[in-house]
T-cell receptor
Protein backbone atom coordinates (compact mmCIF):
# COMPACT_ATOMS: atom_id res chain seq x y z
CA UNK A 1 0.00 0.00 0.00
CA UNK A 2 1.31 3.41 -0.97
CA UNK A 3 1.99 5.70 1.94
CA UNK A 4 3.41 9.06 2.88
CA UNK A 5 4.69 9.64 6.43
CA UNK A 6 5.56 12.99 7.90
CA UNK A 7 7.51 13.78 11.04
CA UNK A 8 7.29 15.29 13.47
CA UNK A 9 3.50 15.59 13.70
CA UNK A 10 3.83 18.67 15.84
CA UNK A 11 6.65 21.11 16.49
CA UNK A 12 6.89 24.22 18.65
CA UNK A 13 9.88 26.54 18.27
CA UNK A 14 10.79 30.14 18.96
CA UNK A 15 10.88 32.86 16.38
CA UNK A 16 14.25 32.94 14.64
CA UNK A 17 14.88 29.22 14.96
CA UNK A 18 15.51 26.98 11.96
CA UNK A 19 13.25 23.96 11.50
CA UNK A 20 13.45 20.83 9.37
CA UNK A 21 10.32 18.93 8.46
CA UNK A 22 10.52 15.39 7.15
CA UNK A 23 8.52 13.39 4.64
CA UNK A 24 9.18 9.77 3.70
CA UNK A 25 7.27 7.85 1.08
CA UNK A 26 6.66 4.37 -0.23
CA UNK A 27 4.97 4.80 -3.57
CA UNK A 28 4.89 2.85 -6.80
CA UNK A 29 5.41 4.82 -10.00
CA UNK A 30 6.96 7.72 -8.13
CA UNK A 31 7.44 10.84 -10.23
CA UNK A 32 7.18 13.84 -7.94
CA UNK A 33 6.62 15.05 -4.40
CA UNK A 34 4.82 18.22 -3.42
CA UNK A 35 4.84 20.42 -0.33
CA UNK A 36 1.85 22.52 0.71
CA UNK A 37 1.28 25.03 3.49
CA UNK A 38 -2.11 25.11 5.19
CA UNK A 39 -3.12 27.91 7.49
CA UNK A 40 -6.74 28.29 8.56
CA UNK A 41 -7.91 27.66 5.02
CA UNK A 42 -7.08 25.67 1.90
CA UNK A 43 -3.61 24.25 1.26
CA UNK A 44 -1.38 26.45 -0.86
CA UNK A 45 1.38 25.08 -3.04
CA UNK A 46 5.00 25.55 -1.99
CA UNK A 47 7.27 23.24 -4.00
CA UNK A 48 7.28 20.36 -6.41
CA UNK A 49 10.33 18.10 -6.43
CA UNK A 50 11.13 15.60 -9.15
CA UNK A 51 14.91 15.14 -9.10
CA UNK A 52 17.19 14.01 -6.32
CA UNK A 53 19.64 16.44 -4.85
CA UNK A 54 18.32 19.58 -6.51
CA UNK A 55 17.26 22.13 -3.93
CA UNK A 56 14.18 24.21 -4.50
CA UNK A 57 14.25 27.54 -2.70
CA UNK A 58 11.78 30.31 -2.05
CA UNK A 59 12.87 32.98 0.40
CA UNK A 60 13.49 31.34 3.77
CA UNK A 61 11.98 28.04 2.66
CA UNK A 62 13.89 25.33 0.85
CA UNK A 63 13.31 21.69 0.05
CA UNK A 64 15.24 18.77 -1.32
CA UNK A 65 14.42 15.24 -2.43
CA UNK A 66 16.37 12.02 -1.97
CA UNK A 67 14.95 9.40 -4.33
CA UNK A 68 17.38 6.74 -3.18
CA UNK A 69 16.39 6.98 0.47
CA UNK A 70 12.78 7.92 -0.40
CA UNK A 71 12.41 11.09 1.58
CA UNK A 72 12.21 14.84 1.34
CA UNK A 73 12.89 17.62 3.81
CA UNK A 74 11.48 21.11 4.07
CA UNK A 75 13.69 23.67 5.80
CA UNK A 76 12.55 27.00 7.16
CA UNK A 77 15.24 29.37 8.37
CA UNK A 78 14.80 32.41 10.61
CA UNK A 79 11.24 31.39 11.38
CA UNK A 80 8.53 33.99 11.91
CA UNK A 81 5.13 33.74 13.58
CA UNK A 82 3.57 33.85 10.12
CA UNK A 83 5.20 30.51 9.37
CA UNK A 84 2.86 28.86 11.88
CA UNK A 85 0.79 26.42 9.85
CA UNK A 86 0.31 22.78 8.97
CA UNK A 87 2.84 21.68 6.36
CA UNK A 88 1.64 18.89 4.10
CA UNK A 89 3.65 16.55 1.97
CA UNK A 90 1.88 14.84 -0.94
CA UNK A 91 2.74 12.39 -3.69
CA UNK A 92 0.70 12.07 -6.89
CA UNK A 93 -0.60 8.60 -7.67
CA UNK A 94 -0.18 7.61 -11.29
CA UNK A 95 -2.09 5.07 -13.32
CA UNK A 96 -2.84 4.91 -16.99
CA UNK A 97 -2.28 8.28 -18.58
CA UNK A 98 -2.39 10.66 -15.67
CA UNK A 99 -2.15 11.32 -11.97
CA UNK A 100 -5.29 10.14 -10.24
CA UNK A 101 -4.89 12.20 -7.12
CA UNK A 102 -2.64 13.10 -4.27
CA UNK A 103 -1.80 10.92 -1.30
CA UNK A 104 -1.09 13.20 1.63
CA UNK A 105 0.88 12.70 4.78
CA UNK A 106 -0.87 13.66 8.01
CA UNK A 107 1.03 16.91 8.14
CA UNK A 108 3.38 18.66 10.55
CA UNK A 109 1.71 21.24 12.76
CA UNK A 110 4.33 23.94 13.21
CA UNK A 111 3.88 26.61 15.88
CA UNK A 112 6.27 29.54 16.05
CA UNK A 113 6.29 31.30 19.40
CA UNK A 114 7.30 34.96 19.54
CA UNK B 1 -8.89 35.87 -11.46
CA UNK B 2 -8.21 32.14 -11.51
CA UNK B 3 -10.12 30.44 -8.75
CA UNK B 4 -11.92 27.43 -7.38
CA UNK B 5 -15.14 28.21 -5.55
CA UNK B 6 -17.16 26.03 -3.21
CA UNK B 7 -20.63 26.51 -1.80
CA UNK B 8 -21.73 26.49 0.86
CA UNK B 9 -18.69 27.32 2.98
CA UNK B 10 -20.39 26.16 6.17
CA UNK B 11 -23.32 23.79 6.59
CA UNK B 12 -25.00 22.20 9.57
CA UNK B 13 -27.55 19.57 8.69
CA UNK B 14 -29.33 16.54 10.09
CA UNK B 15 -28.83 12.86 9.42
CA UNK B 16 -30.49 11.67 6.24
CA UNK B 17 -31.21 15.00 4.61
CA UNK B 18 -29.71 15.00 1.12
CA UNK B 19 -27.25 17.77 0.36
CA UNK B 20 -25.00 18.93 -2.43
CA UNK B 21 -21.75 20.85 -2.15
CA UNK B 22 -20.92 22.65 -5.35
CA UNK B 23 -17.46 23.20 -6.82
CA UNK B 24 -16.74 25.44 -9.77
CA UNK B 25 -13.49 26.44 -11.47
CA UNK B 26 -12.74 29.05 -14.11
CA UNK B 27 -9.34 27.73 -15.20
CA UNK B 28 -10.59 25.26 -17.84
CA UNK B 29 -8.86 22.43 -15.98
CA UNK B 30 -9.65 18.89 -17.04
CA UNK B 31 -9.02 17.26 -13.69
CA UNK B 32 -11.13 17.88 -10.59
CA UNK B 33 -11.16 16.11 -7.26
CA UNK B 34 -12.80 16.06 -3.82
CA UNK B 35 -10.98 15.54 -0.52
CA UNK B 36 -12.06 15.40 3.07
CA UNK B 37 -9.82 16.45 5.93
CA UNK B 38 -10.18 15.04 9.43
CA UNK B 39 -8.01 15.52 12.52
CA UNK B 40 -5.40 12.80 12.80
CA UNK B 41 -6.26 11.39 9.36
CA UNK B 42 -5.12 14.19 7.08
CA UNK B 43 -6.51 14.81 3.61
CA UNK B 44 -8.10 11.83 1.88
CA UNK B 45 -9.42 11.68 -1.65
CA UNK B 46 -13.13 10.92 -2.12
CA UNK B 47 -13.68 11.03 -5.89
CA UNK B 48 -11.93 12.47 -8.90
CA UNK B 49 -12.76 13.28 -12.49
CA UNK B 50 -10.39 13.22 -15.44
CA UNK B 51 -12.85 15.05 -17.70
CA UNK B 52 -16.54 15.54 -18.47
CA UNK B 53 -18.52 12.35 -17.82
CA UNK B 54 -15.40 10.58 -16.49
CA UNK B 55 -15.34 10.01 -12.74
CA UNK B 56 -13.66 7.47 -10.46
CA UNK B 57 -13.45 6.55 -6.81
CA UNK B 58 -10.71 7.76 -4.54
CA UNK B 59 -9.74 6.29 -1.19
CA UNK B 60 -12.96 7.02 0.76
CA UNK B 61 -15.93 7.11 -1.67
CA UNK B 62 -18.55 5.42 0.53
CA UNK B 63 -21.59 7.61 1.13
CA UNK B 64 -20.76 10.08 -1.63
CA UNK B 65 -21.69 10.61 -5.25
CA UNK B 66 -20.35 12.98 -7.87
CA UNK B 67 -21.19 14.07 -11.37
CA UNK B 68 -19.27 15.89 -14.07
CA UNK B 69 -21.70 17.14 -16.70
CA UNK B 70 -19.71 20.28 -17.46
CA UNK B 71 -16.00 20.91 -17.36
CA UNK B 72 -16.21 23.72 -14.84
CA UNK B 73 -18.46 22.05 -12.24
CA UNK B 74 -17.96 19.01 -10.04
CA UNK B 75 -20.65 18.75 -7.33
CA UNK B 76 -20.33 16.41 -4.36
CA UNK B 77 -23.60 14.76 -3.35
CA UNK B 78 -24.41 13.21 0.01
CA UNK B 79 -27.65 11.28 -0.54
CA UNK B 80 -28.15 10.39 3.14
CA UNK B 81 -25.59 12.16 5.30
CA UNK B 82 -24.44 10.59 8.54
CA UNK B 83 -22.51 12.04 11.48
CA UNK B 84 -19.29 10.31 10.35
CA UNK B 85 -19.37 12.56 7.29
CA UNK B 86 -18.84 15.60 9.49
CA UNK B 87 -15.61 16.97 8.06
CA UNK B 88 -13.85 19.73 6.17
CA UNK B 89 -14.22 19.20 2.42
CA UNK B 90 -11.95 20.56 -0.29
CA UNK B 91 -12.43 20.61 -4.02
CA UNK B 92 -9.24 20.72 -6.09
CA UNK B 93 -8.38 21.09 -9.76
CA UNK B 94 -5.34 20.39 -11.88
CA UNK B 95 -4.40 21.45 -15.38
CA UNK B 96 -4.01 18.45 -17.63
CA UNK B 97 -4.17 14.75 -16.87
CA UNK B 98 -0.50 14.11 -16.23
CA UNK B 99 2.63 15.98 -15.37
CA UNK B 100 3.12 18.18 -12.35
CA UNK B 101 0.46 16.81 -10.07
CA UNK B 102 0.14 20.26 -8.50
CA UNK B 103 -3.46 20.89 -7.50
CA UNK B 104 -5.30 24.12 -6.74
CA UNK B 105 -7.66 23.94 -3.81
CA UNK B 106 -10.96 25.64 -3.17
CA UNK B 107 -11.58 27.43 0.15
CA UNK B 108 -13.19 24.45 1.84
CA UNK B 109 -16.66 23.54 3.11
CA UNK B 110 -17.10 22.73 6.76
CA UNK B 111 -19.94 20.25 7.12
CA UNK B 112 -21.52 19.18 10.39
CA UNK B 113 -24.08 16.35 10.38
CA UNK B 114 -26.06 15.98 13.62
Amino acid sequence: EDKVVQSPLSLVVHEGDTVTLNCSYEVTNFRSLLWYKQEKKAPTFLFMLTSSGIEKKSGRLSSILDKKELFSILNITATQTGDSAIYLCAVPMYSGGGADGLTFGKGTHLIIQP
Amino acid sequence: EAQVTQNPRYLITVTGKKLTVTCSQNMNHEYMSWYRQDPGLGLRQIYYSMNVEVTDKGDVPEGYKVSRKEKRNFPLILESPSPNQTSLYFCATRKGLAGSGEQYFGPGTRLTVT
